[in-house]
């Protein structure tokens, strides 16, 4: 009876749910809603984003049932709008702010209260244009309308056209459906026929010189013979010319002197010809090449004079002439960031790499060059704004570490210009009470006091010994040398830790794509004092499970060099275009070691390490459509220790689990291989495994996949599939004490065997979450176990094992709730 009752109550919300948020309820009499369209193409037939060539669209609907949320939103929000309210609001918004600035005479108040009238007017006049907050949130019921059907089949035969599909054909027809048959389905039925290709391709250009340039280049343009005629790679060729041209003195060309003649009547069927050509300027015989005549830079346009009759110095260096009220900065180092020179053609490359070094100095509030062709004479003018030498800066906020929330406070100093040659002093401070999983303890979390300062010097250039010809090639790569001091400070109820830092680091980038960096000196002085407790449970921790967390603790020193490439060729994280990442780090332990020893090691008795560690990062984003992104991540390393004690430093260690890895797992829980925790003395409380201590590995594999959809407003949702695990070189998993009732009665594997690692792998799944606010991104996710490594074979499929609140029990699998500042990757 019970379950009868329960199945019932589940049918009748069910029902209440569908009858609420279909949206066909809220149609007008003899409306109907467009509730799916398709496209019927060939089988391996591609259309791009083809859901953005119907002109009108159909509503989005929860996890693809027909229950149309957002409609039900929409018309919710509706019933409590009334425009005239806020009418009325505006009306008293702009008279209360006219009123105030009328009052005003302090220029810079009142420029502050115009903006703050206008933001406020603009938010109101929203509401009254598109309803209130509920409203655009939601989306209005798509009522049918069959001319915008007829429009759509026009929009995909001018997508067809312009991809060499010109006798394309697409039909339509329309299925109704539904309660009382007001759901309308449209099938668009595309039949491409066969699309016409590039049979002869030739270049027809007025001015010689041009013609020559882009004979040279002939290789590199975008139209072959053979290809499918395609009308965006028509366009970008335009754009390449242009942008070759311009690189080569032709400062004056335009995109709009290259045309195109096609011709398909030439040769054979479903063949045409292409003429590509360059014209000239209207009533001229050629197309003007410019040289730069001389070069003028103001280095602080915005400066005015401290006297009336105060006029700018003027001083030559190489080529360049600099104009200044004051000579503030180093003139060999603005020339190495300059990329053309007197008698040199006009390049707008070499324009926009100088205007992007320059402000990359981090001296300067703008940067604009421009170019002065009047008097016969072509002068490139580089105009710039100091910004002011000293910066403080103060942020508080709340961080999330390891899934628990902590509140922070960060003061910074910045000294611009600190010898002259364009150097920046920072002075750093953070103090935080971060809520941090304990190493020793899964069922609750410390609040950790976290202090550090650093200091820095960083440099516009490399340090090292170089010819001037040299200095000025690298000026390209916006080469830095960093020099940095820290100490950093932690409190916990186990131990108090101090680290002294000192580091010497090298930074370039290849374009603007690519950076690296090489940290040639690492050294880290480690001192910890710990509670006698703890220090007795981490040498128990030893002997019985091999868990080797206490070398964390000893009183080390580590040295290291690191080499790190950083690749993100398409602004990672866009949500206009597909985008990529991928992170490599190289890093040498001990290196230092094999040449010099500090006198510190041998005084204050330091544990000393010697290791290589390499790590791989590579993230994907590929845009569905403008609501649905897929996001895929890949994530692995090896860590390896050689020189005696065969240990990494802890920090060096890879963990995995948590909410920026696999969520179905506690932060730096999982693993390592197939060795099980220990069984949990409370199941109830905790499930079958105790999750207690942190799971160090050597080796490092994991992944995730997740789709992120908009539902509404600023909330998006998420559903993800993680999977890795950590192993080591080799086995340190303790045999069974059968004396121990929370010893597991089986033996796992924390070896790494190349041939069925794969069976090792742990997986994760779960949904979520995410708040943009657009200065943040709150997330909140639950992960699911799916595969569990630790448990024996043939017990490790757990999905059917879910449980989402206590009590748990040995056979049940709990849930993990995560919460994270900004996306998992």
Known sequence: MKGKFKYFLIA???SLLLSGCLGTRYLNPGEKLLYRQEIDKPKGFRIENEKDLFVQKTNRRFLGLPINTLVWMYYLGEKRYDPGKFVAKRDRVDKKYTAKIEKTTNERRKSSLQYKRQHKIDVLNGKIENGNTTMQWGEKASVYDSSNIQLSAERINDYLFTRGYFEAETTTTTKVSGPKKRRVSVVYHVNPKAPYFYDSVSLNVEDP????????????????????????TLNRERERIDAYLKDHGYFAFG??????????????????????????PARQSAH????IDSILFVTDASAKPSTPNEKRQVRQYRDITYEYFKNEYSKRILSQRIFFHQDSLYSRTGTINTQRQLANLGMFKFVNINYDTSGGKFIANLFSSSLNRYSWSNEAGLTVTQGFPGPYYNMSFLKRN??????????????????????????????????NVNASVTFPQFLIPLSEDAQYRFGRLNPKTKALAGYTYSNRPEYQRETTTF???????NRRTTQYSLTVANLNIIQSRLDSAFRALLDNLSTSQGNNIRLSFNPSFVSSMIFSMTWNPDNYGNMISNSKFLRIQAESGGTLLNFYTPGIVERENLQLFKYLRVNIDYRKNRILDRNTVLAYRFNTGVGWAYGGGEVLPYEKYFFIGGSNSVRAWRPRRLGVGTAPPLLSENPDQDGLFDYSFEKPGEILIEGSVELRKKLFGFVNGAVFVDWGNVWSFRETQPG??????????????????????????????????????????????????????A???????VLDKLRFFRPFGVQNEPVIYNIGIGYPF
């Open 791 to 797: 448990r024996p074979e043939g017990e490790r499929f």
């Open 503 to 509: 580091s010497y680091t090298y930074s370039w980038e």
């Open 209 to 232: 010189k041009v013609k020559t340039l882009l004979t040279q280049d002939q290789n590199a343009s975008l139209i072959k013979k053979g290809d499918q005629f395609n009308q965006n």
């Open 288 to 291: 003007k090449q410019y040289r």
């Open 12 to 14: 009748s919300s069910l």
């Open 736 to 789: 069974i004490d059968p004396t121990e009732p929370t010893s597991p009665t089986w033996i796992g594997s924390t070896k790494f065997r190349f041939d069925d690692f794969y069976k090792d792998i742990a997986i994760g799944t779960g949904f979520g979450l995410r708040f943009d606010f657009s200065f943040l991104v709150l997330r909140f996710d639950v992960g699911i176990k799916v595969r569990d490594p």
């Open 255 to 280: 995109r709009d002197y290259v045309e195109y003649d096609i011709d398909t009547a030439f040769g054979n069927y479903h063949q045409i010809a292409i003429r590509i050509n360059v014209n000239n």
């Open 418 to 451: 600190l010898f002259g040659g364009m150097e920046i002093f920072e002075l750093n401070g953070r103090i935080g009470f971060e809520g941090v999983a304990s190493a020793t303890n899964d069922g609750n979390f410390y609040r950790s006091i976290e202090g």
